[in-house]
């Protein structure tokens, strides 16, 4: 069975503390990993999409890395606006739906 | 821009009425799903469209049916909304052979 699992559920970051969100996932076939941010009461924004292990993309303060297994968000001296939620996704090579794991909240203060 | 946009930010309905929740897309994709959203579940995936009049059961489909009459519309139906159904609904689409999805804002609905 498909799995995404994020950890931790949730993470307290001084401004500037640079740290990384693990997503870890087993899949049948790896069709492509995502990363989302949502923030509260609102619908999750598209960061980033990683299709094969060694993969990396970048956005601002914000890195995405991709593995066989696992994938990590790194987030370089953060500051109080990056704090939200933090969403990974895989798709099959099988499937449309994406499954998702069960998020990050990432609170940064100043 | 992606712009997926969702009928209601909030909703209140009693049980046992009859709801409508509506998205509409401006960017032609073919693919749209519903997902509700509950703390502690994650996302999960009610049903999804990959075509007008087409439609797939995701994981949770009991107690909703789903209507796609025009490409950029897909709209979720709650026949007898209960209380259990008080969620966050989230719409996105995608294009045909795209894996991206993008999300409208949502609708927060509460059932009394």
């Known amino acids: 069975e498909d799995q995404v699992t994020q950890s931790p559920e949730a993470l307290r970051l001084q401004e500037g503390e640079s740290s990384s969100l693990n997503c870890s996932y087993t899949v049948s076939g790896l069709r492509g990993l995502f990363w989302y941010r949502q923030d509260p009461g609102k619908g999750p924004e598209f960061l980033f999409t990683l299709y094969s292990a060694g993969e990396e993309k970048e956005k601002e303060r914000l890195k995405a890395t991709l593995t066989k297994k696992e994938s990590f968000l790194h987030i370089t001296a953060p500051k109080p606006e990056d704090s939200a939620t933090y969403l990974c996704a895989v798709q099959n090579q099988a499937g449309t739906a994406l499954i998702f794991g069960k998020g990050t909240t990432l609170s940064v203060s100043s | 821009d992606v712009k997926v946009t969702q009928s209601s930010r909030y909703l209140v309905k009693r049980t046992g009425e009859k709801v409508f929740l509506e998205c509409v897309q401006d960017m032609d994709h073919e693919n749209m799903f519903w997902y509700r959203q509950d703390p502690g579940l994650g996302l999960r995936l009610i049903y999804f469209s990959y075509d007008v009049k087409m439609k797939e059961k995701g994981d949770i489909p009991e107690g909703y049916s789903v209507s796609r009459e025009k490409k950029e519309r897909f709209s979720l139906i709650l026949e007898s909304a209960s209380t259990n159904q008080t969620s966050m609904y989230l719409c996105?689409?995608?294009?045909?052979?795209?894996?991206?999805?993008?999300f409208g804002p949502g609708t927060r609905l509460l059932v009394l």
């Open positions: 996105a689409s995608s294009l045909a052979g795209g894996e991206t999805q993008y």
